[in-house]
């Protein structure tokens, strides 16, 4: 099993990036996915999470309006894109994925992003 997270880097305040995670190894289209963050000093927190019908979506209130998690079923691929990136959105990224929502048994290396100006 393999996630591998692409697209990270250091944006300023109010840019945006888009984040995606390539999945192999298992059956992607079967998995809930989600994106977790952890900054410096701080516990990992769950930023968004999507169900493998694309049918349910969870936000953290920090960053609702602002990102938006979607896949890719046919690419294996899931992604987050970042809109009015913050200063308190830098941290490691993570995405994970899991056959239950909530629990994630599957996990990337993580990717910076760094909001600086």
């Not at 880097?9 to 999945?23: D, H, I, M, N, T």
């Not at 298992?26 to 049918?55: C, D, K």
Request: net charge neutral; hydrophobic share 35%.
């Amino acid at each position: 099993v393999q996630l591998v997270e692409s697209g990270g880097g250091l944006v300023q305040p109010g840019g945006s990036l888009r984040l995606a995670c390539a999945a192999s190894g298992f059956t992607f289209s079967s998995y809930h996915m989600s994106w977790y963050r952890q900054a410096p000093g701080t516990e990992r927190e769950l930023v968004a999470a999507i169900a493998n019908t694309n049918a349910n979506w969870y936000y953290a209130d920090s960053v609702k309006g602002r990102f938006t998690i979607s896949r890719d079923n046919a690419k294996n691929t899931l992604y987050l894109q970042m809109n009015s990136l913050k200063l308190e959105d830098t941290a490691v990224y993570y995405c994970a994925g899991g056959n239950r929502w909530g629990i994630y048994d599957y996990w990337g290396q993580g990717i910076q992003v760094t909001v600086a100006s």
